[in-house]
């Protein structure tokens, strides 16, 4: 079995994984460190929860440690840039506690977040610098930090770094950047289109896949059940009852959508939080230490806010609204079963949703088990809303405690989705199921239409 001492790392940071649970090395890190400390620019592709913070943070340190001089004024050595404040702050913690017993200096700059703080602490420069790119592009307009120096560039969850939600972002700061540095960028899935973008920022990288993109932890247990938006609620108010002191993470589409049903649940007795894009940090950093001490049950997030939530006691995952984007799928459910634990995903898919499943599917490669209902017919699906009208708010017009509907009249009958795909069978005229039967959709002789290609 191969060691971290194996891997050739210096003596001191051998020193400081002793005291931590690490005590042999994941396969990404295997494969990766050698390559990294060999200075190789490279690409890691592994599921969430194999270890990738310490597959490029123990190299990185390893080659800053052999500089043995500070990195001056304002000057950083080392930039990690990720998609959000939760990730950045897992990632902080974690090289920190790597360099212990050294004097490799870390900072953290995030939004939500005193920014002269972050300048003053920049003063004297930094060897590692974690950062959420606004924030950053914030602090070089200011004249706080210079990238000039930085010989290393990480981007994790580079996936989404280099999607249009950050590519922008990402150029503005790379012209700060020295074109002579070594890159390494790390996620769980690389669609094509990005992949060939990130290839711009990589010189000759070495590619390290420790499994198939979008593939999930293998001790998860996956399902689906097919369920009316308004009877949601109700239906994840029993699948919680189910397991009681149990952690689960619960992820919406909106984060308006995430506070109502927070709201819902808080109502109905669960110990739950909320936690998205438009809360405070300091709200995100209260709700998330509650979440880790046990002191909250059940958190609802939003995509990009469950980024980083590196949480051993999650067991539970259920996907209350399914993703717009089938790689996001992979990254929710790899919230649990982390470290080598188990732990199960329960998705509900309305009637408006049959694309998104059809979407996360064929990435897998398979059919998720159906737990409850069956795949929803033509006519379901042709009175479903269009995409993104009143998704992520099915809460409100969820069941009361006493099984009363609440919330707006239905809406009228829609055009079926664009590209959703052409589901067989389903009984011509066959009424849309009523709220009292949250156990599925119209019947169908066939489960569901094919993927679409």
Known sequence: MTTFADLGLSPKLLAALEKTQLKAPTPIQAQAIPHIMAGKDLMGLAQTGTGKTAAFGLPLLHRILDLGHPPGPKNIRALILVPTRELATQIKDNITMFTQGTAVKVVIVVGGASINKQAQALVRGADVLVATPGRLIDLLGRGDVSLEKCGYLVLDEADHMLDM????????????????????????TMPKDINEIAETYLRDPVK????????????????????????????LEEYLKKHPGEQALVF??????????AKVLGGWGFRVGAIHGNRSQNQRDRILTEFKSGAVDVLVATDVAARGIDIPTVRHVYNYDLPNVADNYVHRIGRTARAGASGSSISFCSPAEMGELADIEKLLKKSLPILGGAAWGADAIAAAPKPGQNRGQNQARGQNRGGQKAGSKPLPPKASRPGAGKPQGGRPGAAKPSAARPQGGAQAPSRRPKPRG
């Open 208 to 235: 390290v896949q420790v499994a198939p993109p979008g593939k999930p932890a293998e001790k998860v247990t996956q399902g689906v059940h097919f369920i009316p938006n308004g009877d949601k609620a109700k239906l």
């Open 165 to 188: 939600g950050f590519i922008h972002s990402l150029r503005q700061i790379a012209k700060h950047i020295p074109v002579r540095r070594q890159t390494m960028m790390f996620s769980a």
């Open 252 to 261: 919406s589409r909106t984060k308006h959508g995430a506070d109502k049903l």
